[in-house]
């Protein structure tokens, strides 16, 4: 079965550094997502992505924050310098173009800062 | 309040018993998907409900949608311990692509 994958699983940064996180979605796929989880609380939208470009974009994903889609395949999220509330989990989602179709999302990417 | 909103935000119960999650929203959607999370896990879909349907069975789920109240139900049927997660309904806009709006989620626990 197809599925969303991400790496890597668990990423430590120091505080200011710059992370990226990747996802490879599901080929075929025409949107993608990320969205966050800080811990305890609940799945956060960042940001969605379709025909190589930004369709939507919440309030969190604020310019320190970049998405790109390099070579068709990888789906990256970019954090320019990370802060400790950036501590989270961070998914990657696809969905095929139908309304009425389940987003796939991959295991997600647990990212430190401290 | 926020879209989508589950209750109860904890539930404990027996092994055998039914569990029932309820999820409110409020804005007009597309359709409302149900999520199961693992401790510290990814998000499992278990159930989509379009806005035109009334009730979903899936195995020993049962998801119910009434769009004039803005609300659905989970209802997890002979639960066992291996049901035991935090689950979360997400709603989904009638953009075409549009994001999901996630609720704040229901821990279940289901004692052996």
């Known amino acids: 079965e197809p599925e969303v994958t991400q790496t890597p699983s668990h990423q430590v940064t120091q505080m200011g550094q710059e992370v990226i996180l990747r996802c490879v979605p599901i080929s075929n796929h025409l949107y993608f997502y990320w969205y966050r989880q800080i811990l305890g609380q609940k799945v956060e939208f960042l940001v969605s992505?379709?025909?190589?470009?930004?369709?939507?974009k919440s309030e969190i994903f604020d310019d320190q924050f970049s998405v790109e889609r390099p070579d068709g395949s990888n789906f990256t999220l970019k954090i320019r310098s990370t802060k400790l509330e950036d501590s989270a989990m961070y998914f990657c989602a696809s969905l095929p173009g139908a309304m009425n179709t389940e987003a796939f999302f991959g295991q997600g990417t647990r990212l430190t800062v401290v | 309040s926020q879209q989508g909103e589950e209750d109860p935000q904890a539930l404990s119960i027996q092994e055998g018993e039914n569990a029932t999650m309820n999820c409110s929203y409020k804005?007009?959607?597309?359709?409302l998907q149900w999520y199961r999370q693992n401790s510290g896990r990814g998000l499992v879909h278990l159930i989509l409900?379009?806005?035109?349907?009334r009730e979903k069975h899936s195995g020993r789920l049962r998801v119910t949608l009434d769009t004039s109240k803005k609300s659905s139900s989970l209802l997890i049927t002979a639960s066992r311990a291996a049901d035991t997660a935090s689950y979360f309904c997400a709603t989904r806009k009638e953009t075409s692509g549009s994001r999901l709006t996630f609720g704040e989620g229901t821990q279940l626990t289901v004692n052996p």
């Open positions: 992505f379709y025909n190589n470009e930004i369709s939507e």
């Open positions: 409900i379009r806005s035109n349907e």
């Open positions: 804005t007009s959607i597309n359709n």
